[in-house]
């Protein structure tokens, strides 16, 4: 029985996917799990793996082709069954593009027609419409006279759709100054980062707490943990971070939530997402049940996804799911700063570096040994109280690191 | 300048068209001794005479067919019909005859005539009576449909109507007779086929006429209590129909309600959007709204023949509905 296989979703609100190259040519056999070709989403290059071992009869997308999720890419079966049609259910997936034995290619600037739902949670995605965005005739027009992406515009329209005035209103930005200097094309990624923190930014209303947490014991558990731990295998402060967010997300579940049309969805699970600084742009790669994991397997996890995603190879389930960011810029002696919420999250934790600076203890003025962290959260799924007790909790966890590893 | 009624408007306009063109002459049922059924032509009889305001059987085939031939003769008769539901019963005369004659007699004759009819709901006159099937006639090349919204256009447009060489029908909202309006004393004249922005507005496009213009007027006036600037435009003339102003409009506010009295099915909003569509696609920002009436036969009954009727409600809804 011939095996279908589709463009992967790869992300809540991964709608399309471009086939940068396929590894293997029509008529070679492969194993499963072996590595049929390299995809391009908004996040990261990810390899498509065979799902069962077999022939390969078919390529239908050609290289460099930009195809919906879940159309069919291309075909497995053995080397004699007859496979003149698509599956039956796969023939509406999408208008298969040009096989790759085609001499000339198809250029990956052109889309093909997308009939894939629209990804949830994020409104503006919508997967099949022309040209990919929902926007107003005179939007368009807009947009296309003053050299504006309506991607990279948030509709105020129904249903999400852009209207005259938030092409207006974008096009307010300042106008890129001419003269020389050098044009960078925007890369898929950095223009998913802009067009999502662009929609979050406009459309969450976004508010924020800061506390100062004592990290002095948080210091020294590290210290002492790490004394026993061969190198590269030591633990950061990322990584407490990690887990003690996970586990204030069990005490206050509010926060670990999704907006969802009219309601709100608490996600049974808690998966942190990290994000990590790459090549040009930004990733969330995602610790799943960091509440239940072990500090030490977080650690070790964390570091090889981060591994993973500064070579541009993450695998799907590195970046997809996580329930709550946390964006750590320690590294670089920032004291503190305010993050933009990644959705369809509900929150996103900022965390500055340690500092030694004077405490009051006692009454009496004291070396220590601070750190400062901001939660950027959602009004619409919760409230300042909620998100205060969420904060009391992280801190209890990390002022009490014994706790961590329970 | 004098404030006068629609009823006032329309009577002066064929008085001075009377007193100006001794070929022009009235027929229909009652307009002579009794006065017209909406009081039009009272006093006109002892004015002007038997011979040029003549009572007619109930025949409304007939009062168009000799209309016609008077016409073709040349003669410049104005045809009253009681009610433009009574137009039905002259169908083939007015679309086979007075809107084709001159084409298919290759300019031999003209067919001068103007029709005058009494359109809308809103009265308590049952289904048959209260029907608004103004887009129907203007479904026919040949027969220019005028159907003005202000006392000031009534008068000028039936004076410029009567004074054609083309058949005209003229369609008189039944609920619009009392309406005022200032109309100037010297001589009104009104070019046939031009729409005229009735109010300025900048923030959205509402296109209507006749009692609707009357009604998105007030729409717009509540509108503007929010700082809501509508710009009402009236088409005045359904055939043949001037998009012009609208268009102009619409490329300024990029949004459109069209408001008619009618079913919307096929309607004036059906023909206006789609010719907005089609001119200016590029610069449409929402869907085009449209505003009528409920698509059931009108009832008798007062509350549920207004809840039928289109309201300045359902226009401000429209309104908020494209915003």
């Known amino acids: 029985m011939a095996e279908t296989i589709a463009m992967p979703k790869l992300g809540f609100d991964m709608a399309e996917g471009t086939l940068v190259r396929w590894l293997k040519r029509e008529g070679e056999t492969v194993q499963k799990g072996e590595v049929l070709a390299e995809i391009e989403t908004d996040k990261a290059t990810v390899e498509v793996e065979a799902s069962v071992a077999g022939t390969i009869r078919r390529l239908i997308v050609a290289e460099r082709s930009t195809v919906p999720v879940g159309a069919p890419i291309a075909i497995l079966g053995t080397p004699d069954e007859p496979i003149d049609v698509l599956p039956a259910g796969q023939a509406a997936a999408g208008e298969p593009a040009p096989r790759a034995a085609s001499p000339a290619p198809a250029p990956a600037t052109t889309p093909a027609v997308g009939t894939s739902p629209p990804a949830g949670g994020d409104p503006t995605a919508s997967g099949n419409l022309t040209g990919g965005v929902r926007a107003s005739p005179l939007a368009h027009r807009l947009a296309s006279e003053r050299g504006l992406d309506l991607k990279a515009i948030a509709g105020s329209g129904p249903a999400g759709r852009i209207v005259k005035k938030d092409v207006l209103g974008a096009s307010l930005a300042p106008a890129v100054p001419s003269g020389p200097g050098e044009t960078l094309p925007l890369t898929r990624l950095r223009s998913a980062i802009g067009r999502r923190m662009l929609a979050s930014k406009q459309q969450i209303p976004h508010f924020y707490l800061s506390i100062d947490v004592d990290a002095e014991r948080l210091a020294d558990t590290r210290e002492q943990l790490n004394s026993s731990q061969p190198e590269g295998s030591k633990l950061s402060i990322n990584d407490f971070i990690v887990k003690a967010s996970a586990l204030a997300l069990r005490d206050v579940p509010g926060l670990n939530a999704s907006l969802a049309g009219d309601s709100i969805l608490r996600h049974a699970q808690v998966n942190v997402g990290v994000a990590v600084a790459v090549e040009d742009g930004l990733l969330t790669v995602v610790v799943r049940d960091a509440d239940t994991r072990p500090l030490l397997a977080i650690g070790q996890e964390i570091r090889e996804m981060v591994g993973r995603a500064r070579q541009g190879r993450v695998r799907p389930e590195d970046v997809e799911g996580s329930t709550f960011t946390v964006s750590n810029l320690g590294m670089f002696e920032i004291d503190h700063f305010i993050a933009i919420i990644n959705p369809p999250e509900a929150a996103i934790l900022a965390v500055g570096s340690l500092r030694a600076t004077p405490v009051v203890r006692d009454g009496q003025l004291a070396p220590g040994l601070r750190l400062k962290v901001t939660l950027s959260a959602d009004h619409r799924v919760t409230d300042g109280a909620e998100a205060a007790r969420w904060l009391q909790a992280l801190r209890s966890r990390l002022e009490h690191p014994l706790s961590l590893l329970l | ?323």
């Open chain 2, 1 to 323: 300048m004098a404030i006068i009624t629609m009823r006032e408007a329309i009577s002066q306009a064929l008085w001075e068209e009377m007193e100006r063109d001794e070929r022009v002459f009235i027929l229909g049922e009652e307009v002579g001794v009794w006065g017209g059924t909406y009081a039009v032509t009272k006093g006109f009889f002892d004015r002007f005479g038997a011979e040029r305001v003549r009572d007619t059987p109930i025949a409304e085939g007939v009062i168009i067919g000799a209309a016609n031939g008077a016409a073709m003769a040349g003669l410049k008769p104005v045809a009253e019909l009681m009610t433009i539901n009574f137009a039905f019963m002259a169908m083939d005369q007015i679309v086979n005859h007075s809107a084709k004659l001159r084409a298919m007699f290759g300019g031999q004759f003209t067919v001068p005539i103007v029709i005058r009819a009494v359109s809308g709901g809103g009265r308590q006159l049952g289904a048959t009576h209260s029907q608004t099937p103004d887009v129907i006639f203007a479904h026919f090349p040949g027969l220019k449909v005028i159907a003005p919204g202000t006392p000031h256009d009534a008068k000028g447009l039936l004076k410029a109507a009567i004074r054609g060489q083309d058949p005209v029908l003229f369609i008189e909202h039944a609920t619009l007779y009392q309406t005022r309006g200032e109309v100037p004393e010297e001589e009104v004249l009104e070019p046939i086929g031009v729409s005229k922005v009735q109010r300025p507005g900048r923030d959205v496009t509402i296109v209507s006429y006749s009692k609707m213009l009357q009604v998105s007027l007030q729409a717009a006036e509540r509108l503007a209590q929010e700082g809501i600037e509508a710009e009402v435009i009236d088409l005045r003339t359904l055939r043949p129909l001037d998009m012009e102003p609208v268009i102009e409009s619409f490329k300024r506010t990029n949004r459109a309600v069209i408001a008619e009295e009618g079913w919307r099915s096929y309607g004036i909003g059906a023909e206006v959007s789609a010719r907005i569509y089609e001119a200016a696609l590029d610069y449409v920002d929402a869907p085009i709204q449209r505003v009528a009436q409920k698509e059931v036969p009108l009832p008798y009954n007062r509350e549920l023949e207004q809840m039928a009727l289109p309201q300045v409600e359902d226009v401000i809804q429209a309104v908020r509905e494209v915003l």
